[in-house]
């Protein structure tokens, strides 16, 4: 401790060393959270895209059939007054 009060740059130097290799910890652990979170955002974007897809199919196998339905009903007949 005497060396760091005879020589006070040394001090400074040492500190500010030891808040650069905080600082870069800090930052990785920030780059790896990011990636995470990059990587689930692609997940959730595939998951809803499959989503949509089905929705469409679902959609397109209930309009087919409507209209095989509509196409199967007899007309209603007219009684004649």
Same mark, same amino acid.
């Given at each position: 401790m005497k060396r760091f009060q005879r020589h006070p740059r040394l001090l400074f130097v040492? !500190?500010?060393l030891f808040? !650069?290799?905080l600082? @870069?910890?800090a930052v990785s652990a920030q780059d790896s959270a990011i990636e995470t979170l990059?990587?689930?955002l692609a997940d959730m974007q595939q998951q809803?895209?499959?989503m949509v897809e @089905?929705?469409?199919q679902l959609e397109r196998e209930k309009a087919?059939?409507?209209?095989?339905?509509s196409q199967a009903e007899p007309l209603p007949s007219r009684s004649a007054p």
């Open positions: 040492s !500190l500010v808040f !650069l290799a600082f @870069r910890g990059k990587r689930q809803m895209q499959k @089905r929705i469409e087919a059939e409507q209209a095989q339905s």
